[in-house]
């Protein structure tokens, strides 16, 4: 396993679920992006966050600039968004990459807003992108 970090940015309260339910699989404990969690010389930085209408949180865009390079090697995008067709942290992996931060690979899931998509993510959602952001990681 790499030496990984979990942090989060969340309106609704499903990039949190997400990010605990990572961070248990990892043995790792997931930080509030609001809280300033410290981040540096990780192999594996997994970024949890969701899409508001049609953007990345714009917290979770902030904290990706302002990460050094030697913050981590690689990250991991985890998003859920009750879009089915935008569901990709586009303004998150430039930040990323700008900073010299190698983008590995993009999670999915349903998530709901309002109204839309309730009930999303459920537990079975929540454990299925913990156990594929888990195969990722190696």
């Given at each position: 396993?790499?030496?990984?970090?979990?942090?989060?940015?969340?309106?609704?309260?499903?990039?949190?679920?997400?990010?605990?339910?990572?961070?248990?699989?990892?043995?790792?404990?997931?930080?509030?992006?609001?809280?300033?969690?410290?981040?540096?010389?990780?192999?594996?930085?997994?970024?949890?966050?969701?899409?508001?209408?049609?953007?990345?949180?714009?917290?979770?865009?902030?904290?990706?600039?302002?990460?050094?390079?030697?913050?981590?090697?690689?990250?991991?995008?985890?998003?859920?968004?009750?879009?089915?067709?935008?569901?990709?942290?586009?303004?998150?992996?430039?930040?990323?990459?700008?900073?010299?931060?190698?983008?590995?690979?993009?999670?999915?899931?349903?998530?709901?807003?309002?109204?839309?998509?309730?009930?999303?993510p459920d537990?079975?959602?929540?454990?299925?992108?913990?156990?594929?952001?888990?195969?990722?990681?190696g």
């Open positions: 396993m790499k030496n990984a970090n979990v942090v989060f940015a969340t309106k609704t309260g499903h990039s949190k679920a997400i990010a605990e339910a990572i961070g248990k699989k990892l043995g790792v404990e997931a930080g509030n992006i609001l809280r300033q969690p410290r981040v540096s010389g990780v192999d594996l930085l997994i970024l949890v966050g969701g899409i508001y209408a049609g953007k990345s949180n714009p917290d979770m865009v902030a904290f990706a600039q302002t990460l050094p390079p030697a913050a981590a090697k690689a990250a991991i995008l985890v998003t859920s968004s009750a879009s089915v067709s935008n569901r990709s942290q586009k303004q998150v992996r430039e930040a990323l990459v700008r900073n010299g931060i190698q983008v590995m690979e993009e999670v999915s899931c349903t998530g709901a807003f309002l109204f839309l998509k309730r009930g999303h537990q079975a959602e929540i454990q299925g992108i913990a156990v594929r952001v888990l195969e990722l990681a």
